[in-house]
């Protein structure tokens, strides 16, 4: 009888997966002395359901005239069909930033400034009457999963934590190097998803840091995937070498990046699955 709630909560998602979606949009933020552009997609109907605060890469959300990437549309609308709303708050064109890859200095950094910004965003979708407040996970790609993983470090409770934490989070190939290095916990359940071939946030350290954490962190859970790199899930993405970044193994600034189908199609799947227990 224990199991009972989750497979209850589980179904109720999957059952919202055949309802359509509304229509992305556009909304803004509080945050400090910022407003954030952000982009939201959720299901049709009045909720109350889950939500999703998802962080991106350090290229950033918006692309040329488009407020929001392609990768970030197709998991917006499979989360939001899947009976989730999903927030993307965009921490670099919100403060007139592009895209940071190159910097090795960024103004705006994984390990504080926005963690910020997704705990803004959580406490918007916690003030919307179609959400359950008590259920937002966060997710991350890259930048974005290191973001995540920061924010969801152990910390002690303030007076001014009135509002319920994440729920859980998710992190695509975070770059898990300086948080090994600073013995990385988290107080969440907590799936990391990298490919074992990824030369720009290599599996090896994200390995080393959870088996780290184990004994004194909440479940933290690694899947890698065989031959993937960087970007594993962005679709129609041709493998090529990226080169001139900050920050990377090679002091060269080279790494590999590009779409695993397998892995893509396995990712999809999970990552709901993951979020509706």
């Avoid at 909720?47 to 549309?73: K, M, N, S, W």
């Avoid at 407040?133 to 993983?149: C, Q």
């Avoid at 859980?168 to 359940?189: D, K």
């Amino acid at each position: 009888m224990r199991w009972m709630p989750v497979l209850i909560a589980a179904a109720a998602v999957f059952a919202a997966a055949s309802a359509p979606a509304r229509a992305a949009e556009q909304i803004e933020i509080p945050a400090g002395d910022t407003q954030l552009k952000a982009t939201l997609y959720r299901p049709a109907g009045d909720g109350p359901f889950p939500a999703i605060v998802a962080l991106h890469t350090c290229d950033g959300l918006a692309e040329g005239q488009q407020p929001i990437r392609t990768r970030y549309q197709d998991w917006g609308e499979a989360l939001a069909a899947a009976g989730f709303a999903v927030v993307f708050p965009d921490s670099f064109s919100s403060r007139g930033l592009g895209s940071q890859c190159r910097m090795r200095e960024r103004p705006v950094r994984a390990s504080r400034g926005r963690i910020a910004d997704a705990n803004a965003a959580r406490h918007w979708l916690q003030a919307q009457p179609y959400v359950n407040g008590e259920r937002i996970s966060l997710i991350g790609w890259s930048h974005g999963a290191t973001t995540a993983l920061w924010t969801v470090r152990p910390r002690k409770a303030t007076p001014s934590d009135t509002k319920p934490d994440f729920r859980s989070v998710i992190a695509f190939y975070p770059n898990c190097r300086r948080l090994g290095a600073t013995a990385w916990s988290t107080r969440l359940p907590a799936l990391i998803l990298i490919g074992a071939a990824d030369d720009w946030t290599p599996a090896n350290a994200c390995e080393q840091m959870v088996a780290g954490a184990q004994g004194r962190s909440a479940r933290a859970s690694l899947v890698t995937y065989p031959g993937a790199y960087h970007d594993f899930d962005r679709q129609n993405y041709p493998f090529h070498e990226r080169v001139g970044l900050a920050n990377t193994p090679d002091p060269a600034g080279r790494v590999h990046v590009g779409t695993n189908p397998a892995a893509r199609a396995d990712a999809f799947k999970r990552v709901p699955e993951w979020l509706a227990r």
